[in-house]
């Protein structure tokens, strides 16, 4: 229906007109933020919501994959202590890798280079699973925390007798001297990332190592 086919008084016709533009040529009221409807307030926070704790997972490659840190948690700072070392703290992981078979360390070619005489680590994740295997990632119980509940740890025996993994140019097996060991342990969930340009193998899932601000290895 138009204006114009409804019947009024003249005088309240034209007024009726001049209300219209008069109100046609007002600009659109602002509504502060606080009185927005609550669906759009909570439908903007949802969305910002998840922009922010989407994953971005950075990549970064390793060129060198001879000797890989495996950390003892999600934790790239934390020391502990040296028991039997008063004032002797280990640092938030341990290093592993393999020893070129034959190689003579007293005569090297590289000295310069810390890494020599060891190989390019194919699976930092295997090499660093077996040493939670084996129990060496939990000295002194400090990844007790991280062991569930239900979890049965094997019997331990004297490393001599039961070592099997990657040694030192001596010969000696790489963990901590006079550990006891046996396979069996609880081994978690392991993330390859890295840090400092070396691969970090870190306990958790695969967004650890944006959780700690570090990129993941590129493959």
């Keep these: 229906m138009n204006l114009s086919d409804v019947h009024y008084p003249a005088d309240t016709k034209q007024a009726v007109r001049n209300l219209l533009i008069q109100e046609a040529r007002k600009e659109p009221k602002r509504v502060p933020w606080w009185r927005k409807p609550a669906a759009l307030t909570f439908a903007g926070l949802a969305l910002a919501g998840s922009t922010a704790a989407g994953v971005y997972v950075a990549l970064a ?6 000797d890989i840190r495996c950390y003892f ?25 393999t020893f070129i078979t034959g190689f003579d360390a007293k005569n090297n070619p590289a000295p310069e280079d810390p890494n020599a005489g060891m190989m390019q680590v194919t699976d930092p994740i295997a090499s660093c699973a077996a040493l939670w295997d084996t129990n060496a990632m939990n000295p002194d119980g400090i990844t007790d925390d991280l062991i569930p509940e239900e979890f049965t740890s094997p019997a331990e025996v004297p490393m001599s007798e039961t070592w099997t993994g990657d040694l030192d140019a001596e010969g000696n097996p790489m963990i901590p ?29 695969a967004e650890v190592c944006a959780k700690l601000g570090i990129p993941a290895l590129e493959k």
Excluded at 61 to 66: A, L, S
Excluded at 181 to 190: A, D, M, N, Q, R
């Design 61 to 66: 490659p390793v060129e060198d994959k001879r």
């Design 73 to 97: 948690h999600a934790d790239l700072t934390t020391t502990y202590p040296v028991a039997g070392s008063p004032g002797d703290f280990m640092p938030p992981y341990i290093t592993t890798g």
């Design 177 to 205: 001297s006079g550990m006891l060991v046996t396979s069996g342990h609880y081994v978690p969930e392991l993330t390859e990332c890295v840090v400092d340009k070396s691969v970090a193998v870190i306990p958790g899932p």
